[in-house]
């Protein structure tokens, strides 16, 4: 039984396409994906420093390809997924954030991230569609995974911060929503066609390294278990969503903040 539980998370034959893959949680998401068997079609835009990258995974034994565009070009996704045959795994992990304090902030951020967030989404989903009913015919299922934010369900605490120009600006939570809404409204119009959408929310996964002193602290006991995230654990829930293993879970956003939005 051991042996058939672990095939339903198995990704084997299967081709998968990941947005802005070179990023903190993008990278760790092409890696899961891949060492779940996944054809991983890697995207930046980047075209030199994307080659590497496939090439460094390609000397794990990965099967991957690079797709250097712009992600939030309506046109290059059209273009690009136009010409993709067949696509199991949709991981839509783009967005846009430019840090702006409150007083700052112009309705052209609000504007740009929204676009970035939700409309890029939603013109992927709809671009990659053919390639996406392909997979249906050929194994019955096809996954698209929204990656969002905690900051989509709950507003950031100032508290935690030195300074509040630190913390999550005010575009870009709500766009956030937006995506997490758009998931939902996707998976309806999408479910009788056996493609699958959902919402994967992360918590605080800053990059090592790169926070004031003390903030890592402050953010670890925000969480139920008491530490931030690594980036490597985004890779077995977007797995689980990517997979049969969750052939029944649709339209559904799924946490991954160690139980940040939980109290």
């Given amino acids: 039984m051991g042996g058939m539980a672990q095939d339903l998370f ?6 998968a396409f990941v947005s802005g893959s070179r990023g903190h949680l993008g990278a760790a998401m092409v890696q899961a994906l891949a060492e779940a068997g996944a054809h991983v079609i890697v995207n930046g835009r980047d075209a030199a420093a994307l080659d590497a990258f496939a ?7 990965h099967s991957v390809e690079a797709a250097a565009f712009d992600a939030h070009d309506v046109g290059k996704i059209k273009s690009f997924f136009g010409g993709l045959k067949r696509l199991d795994v949709l991981v839509n992990n783009i967005g846009f954030m430019q840090g702006k304090s409150f007083a700052a902030l112009a309705p052209e951020d609000f504007a740009a991230t929204y676009a970035a ?16 009913r392909t997979a249906v015919v050929a194994s019955g299922d096809a996954s698209v995974v929204n990656i969002a934010s905690m900051y989509g369900q709950v507003a950031p605490d100032a508290r935690l911060y030195d300074e509040r120009a630190q913390q999550s600006p005010f575009h870009y939570g709500p766009a956030k ?4 809404q758009l998931s939902r409204h996707l998976a309806a119009e999408l479910g009788p066609e056996k493609i699958r959408v959902n919402a994967l929310v992360p918590g605080a996964f800053p990059q ?37 293993a969750s052939r029944y879970v649709t339209g ?9 939005t939980a109290w």
């Avoid at 559904?252 to 940040?260: E, F, R, T």
Wanted: aromatic share 4%.
């Fill in 10 to 15: 198995r990704l084997n034959g299967k081709t």
């Fill in 208 to 244: 090592p390294g790169k926070m004031p002193a003390g903030l890592e602290g402050r953010l670890a006991g925000k969480t139920m278990l008491g530490r931030i995230g690594r980036a490597a654990e985004i890779g077995g829930p977007l797995v689980f969503l990517a997979s049969p």
């Fill in 117 to 132: 967030t939700v409309t890029t989404a939603f013109e992927t989903v709809r671009a990659a569609l053919p390639a996406l």
């Fill in 55 to 61: 090439a460094a995974l390609a000397a794990q034994g």
């Fill in 252 to 260: 559904a956003s799924l946490n991954v903040d160690g139980g940040w």
């Fill in 177 to 180: 929503a937006g995506l997490i």
